[in-house]
Nanobody, 123 residues
Framework: QVQLVESGGGLVQAGGSLRLSCAAS????????MAWFRQAPGKEREFVSA????????DYADSVKGRFTISRDNAKNTVYLQMNSLKPEDTAVYYC????????????????WGQGTQVTVSS
């Protein structure tokens, strides 16, 4: 079992940046593939980015490629999402997720979830 807690969300103007953090406890995340998903009001939760256990492999949704960067620090048991050039359409609750498998892009690939952190981008 692993517990995940997201932080770093907030209100930012379009074009600005935020860095989200996902702190894990209960188990070391070095054995987990990690991912970020987001859910906007009235929409389904969607994949944003994922990173392999070693950090060598990453994947991004087309909508965030070139603007978002996922990273991990296994020594700190933390995963990050650096978000640059934010747009109003990035407004959502952002969730951290973990899985003991090769990372995937489907919500059902991840059995462990955090409670989410709100990101609001104003125009």
């Amino acid at each position: 079992q692993v517990q995940l807690v997201e932080s770093g969300g907030g209100l930012v103007q379009a074009g600005g940046s935020l860095r989200l953090s996902c702190a894990a406890s209960g188990r070391t995340i070095s054995t987990f593939a990690m991912a970020w998903f987001r859910q906007a009001p009235g929409k389904e939760r969607e994949f944003v980015s994922a990173i392999s256990q070693s950090g060598i492999s990453t994947d991004y949704a087309d909508s965030v490629k070139g603007r978002f960067t996922i990273s991990r620090d296994n020594a700190k048991n933390t995963v990050y999402l650096q978000m640059n050039s934010l747009k109003p359409e990035d407004t959502a609750v952002y969730y951290c997720a973990a899985a003991l498998i090769q990372f995937g892009v489907r919500r059902n690939d991840y059995p462990y979830w955090g409670q989410g952190t709100q990101v609001t981008v104003s125009s």
